[in-house]
């Protein structure tokens, strides 16, 4: 009987290790946000590690009629990054539906090709890019 409670320790002890792990990782993916320079806001760490991460066209402003922008809130599984994270897109300015889904299908790939890496950077990236491409293809504002 003592063997199965020594295996149910070590099974917990590694469990731990993981966990362990993985929090090392999410903490880099953040110290890696603030190194490139790009805002972010750390919303919570524990149980879950939960993001908000501004994306904007280049130079918007509030109230801004042609300027995209918009907040992905990140929340990481305890085991992200091997698990995919939850993105919510919150605070839309200017967002149409036909954009909607574009930066929904564009997070699906972006988390597809990184899973098991850090995906938070990647996201944020193309996104930003995404939504500068939307705002060239607009006619000129004047």
Not at 3 to 13: L, M, N
Not at 31 to 44: D, E, K, Q
Not at 123 to 140: K, S
Request: net charge positive; with cysteine; charged share 20%.
């Amino acid at each position: 009987m003592s063997g199965g409670k020594q295996g149910e320790e070590e099974c917990k002890r590694k469990l731990q290790s993981v966990v362990k792990f993985n929090r090392n990782l999410q903490r880099n993916e953040v110290l890696t946000l603030h190194y490139l320079g790009l805002p972010y806001l750390v919303l919570s760490r524990t149980p879950l590690l939960r993001l908000k991460v501004p994306v904007s066209t280049f130079n918007y402003q509030d109230g801004d009629r042609w300027g995209i922008a918009l907040q992905l809130i990140f929340t990481c599984p305890v085991n992200y990054p091997l698990q995919l994270p939850h993105i919510d897109l919150a605070e839309k300015r200017n967002v149409s539906t036909e954009l909607e889904m574009s930066l929904r299908t564009e997070i699906a790939l972006t988390l597809e090709k990184h899973l098991g890496l850090y995906m938070i950077v990647p996201v944020v990236t193309q996104l930003q890019m995404l939504l500068n491409n939307e705002v060239r293809q607009l006619p000129l504002q004047h």
